[in-house]
């Protein structure tokens, strides 16, 4: 698994590069119920990451995933599992960063 996107075009590692590949299309479950991740957009803002996910489970509505250089995937993954059904959207969820 990589740790890093590597963008040709620009010659360095990109991190929005990376959260797309390994969030988009992943499958989610929680107990019986299964969410396909959509990656709509992610945006960069110093060293956190806002990715925007469409939901298509059962929960309809938008989520904002926000991440750090340090959070792993694992971590995001957790994060989106245990989000709870909300009315107001998007739905913010902001993922643990891993300590150094």
Do not use: N
């Amino acid at each position: 698994m990589s740790t890093a996107g590597y963008c040709e075009e620009r010659g360095h590692f990109d991190p929005t590069e990376r959260w797309f590949r390994e969030l988009d299309q992943r499958r989610i479950y929680k107990g019986a119920r299964e969410w396909l991740v959509q990656v709509t957009g992610i945006l960069r803002d110093d060293d956190v990451l806002w990715i925007q996910i469409a939901d298509d489970s059962r929960w309809a509505g938008s989520v904002l995933l926000r991440v750090r250089a340090t959070t792993s995937v694992e971590q995001a993954v957790r994060a989106l599992k245990a989000r709870q059904p909300d009315t107001a959207y998007p739905k913010v969820i902001i993922a643990p960063a891993t300590a150094h």
